[in-house]
């Protein structure tokens, strides 16, 4: 194997970041987590409810964007262990409820969620790291919502056309 | 043998040492450089090269592992520096984690630390203003601390060479309080900024909303160019470390400067244990250094020694300078060195929504980040229930937000149209606090830290002048927010611990008085004449300016006034 090819199996892109993929091929996420634990099949579920929430449309949806490993990398790093345990009690409970073959039902379900339920609260960190993970990747940053490192001069009183 | 000791002691033997690399000891290295002295600036930390060392500088937001949050683990590790507002990963790699450097909270108080060549310059907040007689005649109006030995016309020249060299954009406003200086152009207020302005001058014409001082280059000159510096960028990402070199660092600027005079000796992975004294001498002689690298010890010589390790680091330096002569720490015949530490009280802050000038908006990134109100409260005499007052920061923003309701394709399309929403405006107070006896910093008996240097004990609080002051300031922004029209105004007084603001100042204080005093009028210690301190520890009190442009001009006015009195044999 040389060595190009190995270094592409151990990172993975997401939205335009690296991640050490995961060298074990035991049925487990694909990248390295320190504290959640899900199976191939979760991180599957979870790549088909990104798309749900960023469909792909002429421009790429979120599955393309890798954004469901970004959130499972963002949960894993970032959030407090109550919130990991919400995230995965709230997952669980709510893959059982969800029929993402049936996108109307699926949309209907995902906008009901009672307040202040498990599926309620893994839902909104879902959500909240996806859109972080959308806004700030290197596809919309590059080509939608564009961000410059270097900005021009400062201009504190742009009269607005229309 | 013998022999082998001499030279050994002949090449540790310079002709000043500076004890640090930040804003002030880059200063003092820059000028005892220039002027010919073969110095040895000593750093605890690593070095940082200007441009090879900020790793960051030049990356993309998607390309931080967690899009610049900190993990939770770091959080939860250092919950003191996750505080600090300029934390994240784009920089996190230039502050001092919790762990690194303990120190005893007696009361809470937030110590952030920059341990690098080049310190906290790197990550300062760059605004820049002169102190007034308004300042230093304050002690001695309102009858705290003591007496400033000096006063605004001995530090002014010095302002105007520090300025002048760094560089620092500014208006020229004409405000005795805040005395004009030799300015680059200043950053304009932006459209709803200068409308505040312009309704506060209406209403309460002794209140001044002006443009920000910052030391960015917005139009360099020569000298600047010279240093290998460029126009400031307008990036804002300046925590990282600038490639143009288009703010103030030591690292861009000062180190780099003395470097190329080719009488600067650099010696990171030095932290300081304490300085020599010799008795029979009558003055310091050296300082003792603990390599972090080997743990082994050694002392370094000099004619004379500056100290800028930073207002507490310094403090701790001078108190663990034991000796016969100094028993409770160098140059402490007063027993004042170590108390009479003050910061500034930050508090407060106030946010608020306009719903006018909407067609209008801002465009690119302020560097100077707004407007600044000069301390108006008790300013020519005493007015309120509590002593002298605070300045403010004033700040409007009209940025675009992203509905982010809903999924599926209307979330999609949402998120890439984000339209402009209203202006959002704010401000947060920067209040004088007075030094207190009480304010201080110590040495624990028998905690060490990693290189047997006793830990600090730190117990600095705010007080009911504090208090007083943080209900006056909301009060009088409301007030003002009221009648330019804001809406939705939202006070903030959630508490922050002292140390938070990083202007911790004073400890080593300059006075006229030896008895109450650590340092005369040229920032020189009165019993050891040849050391000499310039940054926070010699502050007398706060005031509400950010104190870095004054260590700088104390700086250079020091080196200059230490080499006169060497030239006419006084050392």
């Known amino acids: 194997m040389n060595r190009r090819t190995a270094i592409k199996q151990f990172f993975i892109i997401a939205g335009g970041l690296t991640i050490l993929s995961s060298c074990l091929n035991d049925g487990g996420a694909s990248i390295v987590l320190n504290k959640l634990k899900l199976s191939a099949e979760d991180e599957q579920f979870l790549a088909d409810l990104v798309d749900v929430l960023i469909p792909k449309t002429d421009t790429p949806g979120g599955k393309d964007l890798n954004l469901h490993l970004f959130v499972i990398k963002m949960v894993d790093d970032c959030e407090s262990p109550e919130n990991q345990e919400k995230f995965v009690s709230g997952f669980n409970k709510l893959r059982k409820q969800l029929n993402l073959a049936n996108g109307k039902e699926t949309e209907n379900k995902l906008a009901n969620l009672t307040d202040k339920t498990d599926e309620k609260i893994f839902f909104e960190i879902f959500k909240s790291h996806a859109i972080q993970g959308y806004m700030n990747s290197e596809y919309v940053m590059k080509n939608k919502v564009i961000y410059k490192l270097i900005p021009g001069p400062y201009n504190g009183a742009v009269k607005i056309n229309g | ?571």
């Open chain 2, 1 to 571: 043998m013998a022999n082998l000791n001499i030279d050994s002691e002949k090449n540790r033997t310079y002709d000043a040492i500076v004890i640090g690399s930040g804003i002030s000891g880059g200063w003092s290295a820059k000028e005892l450089c220039e002027k010919g002295l073969k110095t040895l600036v000593l750093e605890r930390g690593r070095d940082v090269q200007h441009i090879k060392d900020y790793p960051t500088t030049n990356m993309m937001p998607w390309e931080f592992e967690h899009r610049n949050e900190m993990p939770y683990k770091v959080k939860e590790e250092n919950p003191i520096v996750s505080k600090c507002y300029a934390f994240h990963e784009d920089a996190a790699h230039f502050f001092v984690k919790d762990n690194e450097h303990p120190y005893i909270q007696e009361k809470p108080f937030d110590w952030i630390r920059g341990y690098q060549v080049g310190g906290k310059s790197l990550l300062w907040a760059r605004q820049t203003q002169r102190w007034s007689d308004f300042d230093f005649e304050g002690p001695a109006r309102d009858g705290f601390a003591v007496d400033w030995p000096i006063r605004y016309a001995d530090l002014a020249p010095w302002y105007a060479y520090a300025e002048k060299f760094a560089g620092i954009a500014g208006d020229h406003d004409g405000l005795p309080e805040l005395p004009d200086g030799e300015f680059l152009p200043g950053y304009p207020l932006n459209i709803v900024e200068k409308y505040f302005k312009e309704k506060v001058q209406k209403k309460f014409p002794e209140r001044k909303v002006i443009s920000a001082r910052c030391a960015h280059l917005s139009k360099p000159n020569q000298i600047h160019i010279d240093q290998g510096r460029v126009q400031c960028q307008n990036r804002v990402l300046c925590q990282r470390g600038c490639p143009f070199g288009g703010y103030f660092s030591s690292n861009a600027t000062t180190i780099p400067w003395a470097a190329k005079t080719g009488n600067m000796t650099l010696r990171p992975h030095s932290v300081v244990h304490s300085i020599l004294y010799d008795e029979k001498k009558g003055k310091a002689v050296g300082v003792r250094v603990i390599d972090t690298d080997t743990k082994e010890e050694i002392d370094f010589y000099a004619k004379l020694i500056f100290v800028n390790a930073a207002a507490i680091n310094t403090n701790l330096i001078l108190l663990n300078s034991k000796s016969n002569r100094f028993p409770n720490g160098l140059g402490n015949d007063s027993g004042v060195l170590g108390k009479y530490v003050a910061f500034h009280n930050y508090s407060a802050r106030i946010y608020a929504e306009y719903e006018g000038l909407l067609d209008y908006t801002a465009e690119g990134r302020n560097p100077a980040g707004g407007g600044y109100i000069p301390r108006f409260r008790n300013l020519h005499k005493q007015e309120t229930d509590f002593l002298r007052g605070y300045a403010a920061g004033f700040g409007a923003s009209r940025s675009k937000e992203s509905d982010r309701s809903g999924l599926g394709l209307g979330l999609k399309e949402n998120l890439l149209n984000p339209k402009l929403g209203i202006w959002q405006v704010g401000s947060h107070m920067m209040g004088e606090t007075i030094p207190k006896e009480s304010g201080m910093v110590s040495l624990d008996a028998n905690k060490t830290d990693d290189w047997g240097i006793p830990l600090l004990k730190i117990a600095v609080d705010y007080d009911d002048n504090d208090e007083k002051m943080k209900k006056d300031y909301i009060a009088v922004m409301t007030e003002m927010f009221t009648d330019a029209g804001f809406t939705n105004i939202r006070p903030d007084t959630h508490w922050q611990a002292p140390g938070l603001d990083i202007h911790e100042m004073g400890g080593a204080r300059m006075g006229h008085d030896p008895k109450t005093s650590v340092l005369n009028k040229w920032n020189q210690m009165h019993a050891v004449k040849n050391v000499f301190v310039t940054d926070g520890a010699c502050m007398t009190s706060t005031s509400t300016q950010n104190p870095s442009l004054t260590y700088m001009a104390f700086s250079a006015r020091s080196v200059d006034y230490a080499i006169s009195e060497m030239k006419k044999g006084n050392r």
